[in-house]
């Protein structure tokens, strides 16, 4: 079992920019799929971003695309999403999961974005 803890949210005006982390505690997230969702005020989660252990493929929503990158950090148990240009609706909480057979979610972090 993995448990995952995310960080780096806050509050930031419209345009700037955020990273968040995904940290694994005790173990490394190599065999495990990440990935990020975001849950708006009111709405339902919705996937963000992912990252493939087996060649670091990514995917990402398009809402986010060209803004956001997911990434491997050089410490085997962190997972980064770099958020640019940032929008009022990119605002709620975000969540970090990983897929390894089982899933699992970290308690998320919140990021709001003023206008």
């Known amino acids: 079992q993995v448990q995952l803890v995310e960080s780096g949210g806050g509050l930031v005006q419209a345009g700037g920019s955020l990273r968040l982390s995904c940290t694994a505690s005790?173990?490394?997230?190599?065999?495990?799929?990440i990935a990020w969702f975001l849950q708006a005020p009111g709405k339902e989660r919705e996937f963000v971003a992912a990252?493939?252990?087996?060649?670091?493929?990514?995917h990402y929503a398009n809402s986010v695309k060209g803004r956001f990158t997911i990434s491997r950090g050089s410490a085997k148990n962190t997972v980064f999403l770099q958020m640019r240009s940032l929008k009022p609706e990119d605002t709620g909480v975000y969540y970090c999961?990983?897929?390894?057979?089982?899933?699992?979610w970290g308690q998320g972090t919140q990021v709001t974005v003023s206008s």
């Open positions: 005790g173990r490394a997230l190599n065999n495990y799929n």
């Open positions: 990252i493939f252990w087996f060649d670091s493929t990514t």
């Open positions: 999961n990983g897929r390894n057979g089982a899933m699992y």
